[in-house]
């Protein structure tokens, strides 16, 4: 019903009180005409999201819901007011229905929002023990950015396995690098004679026990092995051994500059440490793929020496702790708690075994937890994950999570067809 016949985005706030008043809402003209000068735009802009939220903060669910129908009615009868207007009437009404129908099937609103990229009334939620409810692929959400109209599916969580494949190269050729500079760096360790291990308050007071270093990447293992066997059952295995691999090469590549630039002394007497030289590129080729091809790890006969600022092993322990734990429901205590044990424990043997210098140890752990709880919260936060900031400060996490509409669910499921029975027990 309209007070004239004027074009409803023309309409004073006089004209829209006495819509409302004509409407059965004479109750709302104070607030709405008198306090927040509603007019005639703004009204065809009206959402009950903003009925509900401040500064109008409406409390009458009864109230809302006709009043909601009401202005839905008036939007449908002037879509061509709406398109002048620079609104559209699928940024009003639900995706899939139509004007005339908006009224009765407004309650059932899954509008998006532009500039969050989530539906209203679909909550796509964090780690949680119950996924039942989760629906990856059924909602259609319409999102505005920058004047031009796009679609895409809310909770669309694509697999984009050439993606993953990418982020193994990056990762291989990373730990092919980082084993170049370590060998580098083995040529300009300090002379222990001239430079005596630094003065450390944990490794002067606590002995060295010499198989500590051993058990520390025992522990890095049982991760390892624990971590394999959730991606192996995880519905989304892709995007998380994406991450991992993209993670885990952002930090090694750090960890390249930090140990090229500064080359500590040698944190113990015991460790065998002089300066060594390969000879031509050649030499230095064979033994960079020697550590490679070992991981750098003591169990594979593998010794290094002068990469240090910041701790390796603590970076992969603590990143595989992390995954674990992210990655499985809240309710496997069980699960979380070992994780936690073998990452404690491991740090722990790689100081007892005085390898690293307690700084080395508590920088690699303080950048490994930030880089994964920065990663996580953008990939989270649809806003700013297809910001232009993050585009340009973060250009490969933009890359990989541009498609993953949401918090990656914790579904598990049977990856092969036999046996029958675990695809049922896990599914």
């Known amino acids: ?58 409390t009458v669910l009864g109230d809302i819901k006709r009043l909601t129908i009401a202005l839905h009615r008036l939007q449908s009868q002037n879509q061509a007011q709406l398109e002048e207007l620079g609104l559209r009437p699928s940024d009003s009404l639900p995706a899939g229905l139509s004007p005339g129908s908006a009224g009765a099937e407004w309650n059932r609103d899954r509008r998006c929002n532009g500039s969050e990229r989530t539906c209203n009334g679909t909550e796509l939620r964090l780690r949680s023990g119950d996924r039942s409810g989760y629906n990856s692929g059924a909602v259609q959400c319409r999102t505005h950015s920058n004047g031009r109209h796009r679609q895409h599916l809310a909770g669309r969580l694509d697999p984009e396995v050439w993606k993953t494949v990418i982020s193994c190269i990056y990762v291989f050729f990373v730990f092919g690098f980082t084993s170049f500079v370590m060998v580098i760096v083995h040529e300009r360790v300090p002379d222990m004679r001239t430079y005596p291990p630094l003065p450390d308050i944990f490794l002067d007071s606590v002995p060295r026990i010499p ?3 051993a058990m520390a990447e025992a522990c890095g293992v049982i991760l390892c092995y624990m971590l394999l066997l959730i991606l192996l059952l995880h519905k989304h295995r892709s995007i998380l051994f994406r991450r991992l691999c993209s993670l885990m090469g952002t930090v090694f590549l750090l960890r390249c500059c ?5 080359s500590l002394s040698v944190p113990g007497q015991h460790l065998k ?5 390969y000879g031509d ?10 550590i490679w091809s070992g991981f750098g790890m003591t169990l594979t006969g593998v010794q290094t020496c002068g990469d240090y600022m910041f701790s390796g092993h603590t970076v992969v322990i603590t990143l595989l702790n992390f995954f674990v734990t992210e990655y499985t429901p809240r309710t496997w ?3 979380h708690t070992i994780s936690w044990v073998l990452n404690l424990f491991g740090i722990f043997f790689i100081l007892a075994a005085h390898e690293h210098y307690s700084i080395d140890v ?15 919260t953008l990939a989270n936060t649809r806003a700013y994950q297809h910001s232009r900031r993050a585009r340009i400060w973060f250009p490969m996490f933009s890359f990989f999570e541009c498609n993953v509409n949401g918090p990656v669910p914790n579904q598990y499921h049977w990856p092969f067809d036999k046996p029958a029975f675990m695809k049922t027990l896990i599914g």
């Open 1 to 58: 019903m309209e007070p004239s016949d004027d074009s409803v985005s023309t309409w004073s706030c006089k004209q829209v009180a006495r819509w409302l008043q004509a409407e059965g809402f004479g109750q709302y003209v104070g607030l709405l005409c008198t306090e927040h000068r509603l007019d005639g735009p703004s009204l065809l802009s009206l959402t009950e999201a903003d009925l509900r939220g401040p500064p109008l903060g409406l």
């Open 211 to 213: 198989w500590a270093f």
């Open 258 to 262: 930090t140990m090229f630039v500064t």
């Open 273 to 277: 440490c002089a300066s060594k030289t």
């Open 281 to 290: 590129t050649w030499g230095k080729i064979q033994r960079a793929l020697a």
């Open 333 to 335: 205590n069980l699960i």
């Open 362 to 376: 508590f920088i690699a752990f303080y950048i490994t937890t930030r880089l994964f709880l920065y990663y996580h």
